[in-house]
């Protein structure tokens, strides 16, 4: 696993729920070391052992908290770059999600050895899209889950969406965009400087 997908679950966790959290996460993973780093690579099982770690602390099923972590990625002010390079996809929710299949293309002109999911858009009309998630890793469509929710409170869209599961060897997401412009979204301007940390 990229250590950026690493060092940005860590920040999630710290964030949310504090440093004693982590202390304690990083005590079970017994690796001699107490934080990630952005550039390195490692090992898959590490990283699975990191979300049932912090899972069982917090009494919480390890798809639940993937799915937050969707939603702080780009709720979070810590995460405001991220946001910025998902906001940069559309001028509305439709436009993002017609760009989402580019994300994974656009993410490596930042970090070139990033892998992140193949992402698959199908309109399947009146407003209902299909999403298919193709990664190696399970888990992401959990996370793509929590991140198109608050993408879609980002946008002001009223949207409804569900993980149906895995077919074909991708996870499944269904999304229903009932309304493009139910409520005003949060302020963005692509041009604004990014003035609070981001996740590294």
Same mark, same amino acid.
């Given at each position: ?40 690579? !490692?090992? &898959?099982? $590490? ?8 899972? /069982? +602390? =917090?009494?919480? @099923?390890?798809?639940? *908290? ?26 509305? !929710?439709? &436009?993002? $999600? ?8 656009? /993410? +490596? =002109?930042?970090? @070139?050895?990033?892998? *992140? ?26 996370? !793509?889950?929590?991140? $198109? ?10 949207? =409804? ?40």
């Amino acid at each position: 696993m990229h250590g950026l997908v690493n060092r940005s679950f860590e920040s999630f966790l710290e964030v949310t729920y504090g440093a004693p959290l982590w202390a304690a996460v990083v005590e079970d993973l017994d690796t001699g070391f107490d934080s990630f780093e952005a550039v390195l690579h !490692y090992d &898959d099982a $590490l990283s699975y052992q990191m979300l049932e770690s912090a899972s /069982a +602390r =917090l009494g919480k @099923p390890p798809d639940m *908290l993937l799915e937050d972590f969707g939603t702080f990625l780009v709720a979070s002010p810590t995460a405001e770059r991220i946001r910025r390079l998902l906001r940069f996809g559309g001028v509305d !929710y439709e &436009d993002f $999600l017609a760009s989402l299949e580019d994300l994974r293309g656009r /993410a +490596r =002109l930042a970090v @070139p050895d990033l892998d *992140l999911p193949q992402i698959e858009v199908g309109e399947q009309g009146g407003g209902t899209y299909r999403l298919a998630c193709h990664s190696p890793h399970k888990g992401f469509g959990h996370v !793509y889950l929590g991140l $198109l929710r608050a993408l879609a409170d980002d946008y002001g869209a009223l949207v =409804l969406i569900d993980y149906e599961g895995e077919s074909g060897g991708a996870e499944i997401l269904t999304i229903q965009l009932a309304d493009a412009e139910f409520a005003e979204g949060r302020e963005f301007d692509l041009a604004a400087p990014v003035a609070e940390r981001a996740v590294e």
